[in-house]
């Protein structure tokens, strides 16, 4: 199995956020999480990435036990954190911000390639590479973060409300980024409150609701379903 949580509880003081949690993803599979605020959603990635502790539960990558890693561990096994809000540095440049993102590789040869890479993906990026990265508009800052993410050369990415702010038209940008991340063979859980955009990218979701999932399924079969269609897709 690629990824597999298993049993996952986790809590925050006394307060119980994920309640035995269970779910995988497949290599180069999309994998999106959806539910209102506070189902856990985000404690979920945050827990996989080895940036919160698990109280119960198992977490496997790759068949090796990763749950009980730290951090910046679990980054160097192939997982990469997109979190919420963004996170770029925004006093440094953003190439200083891409280049923190590389700290993983070997060579300036392999850094250079990946700087290549990152610059076809994004060209506005190779635009702005000297332009302050909190002067970017929020759109480009996204694109930021997830190329940072990137240069740690992911086997799977792991993307927390990417969307949120953002307008139409630049939402439906990133829609097609993460097709063209995922056309690469990389895997991706997607965390979304823009649930139809989320099933319409993911092949799989999982409905979480209070930290227990409540409903899985093929994404496309999901779209369909009463009981999200009424709870998360207006209806």
Do not use: W
């Amino acid at each position: 199995m690629f990824l597999e949580v298993n049993g996952l509880t986790v809590h925050y003081g006394k307060a119980e956020v994920l309640n035995d949690l269970s779910l995988h993803v497949e290599e180069k599979e999309i994998v999106t999480l959806i539910g209102a605020n506070g189902a856990g959603k985000s404690t979920t990635l945050r827990t996989i990435s080895g940036l919160k502790s698990a109280s119960a539960g198992e977490i496997r990558f790759c068949d090796r036990k990763i749950s009980g890693m730290r951090a910046h561990q679990i980054v160097r096994l192939g997982i990469s954190h997109v979190p919420e809000g963004r996170r770029i540095l925004a006093p440094l440049t953003v190439m200083e911000n891409l280049e923190i993102g590389a700290y993983l590789m070997k060579t300036k040869k392999e850094a250079s390639t990946g700087f290549d890479d990152i610059f076809d993906l994004f060209p506005i990026l190779k635009e702005r590479r000297n332009q302050i990265a909190g002067s970017l508009s929020g759109g480009e800052q996204q694109m930021l973060a997830i190329a940072r993410a990137l240069l740690n050369q992911p086997k799977l990415l792991m993307m927390d409300e990417p969307s949120m702010g953002l307008s139409p038209l630049i939402v439906e940008q990133l829609g097609r980024i993460i097709q063209d991340i995922n056309g690469k063979g990389i895997s991706i859980i997607l965390v979304e409150q823009n649930a139809r955009m989320a099933l319409n990218l993911a092949h799989r979701a999982y409905v979480l609701e209070a930290g227990r999932c409540i409903l899985e399924g093929k994404a496309d079969a999901l779209v369909n379903d009463e009981r999200v269609k009424n709870a998360y897709l207006g209806g």
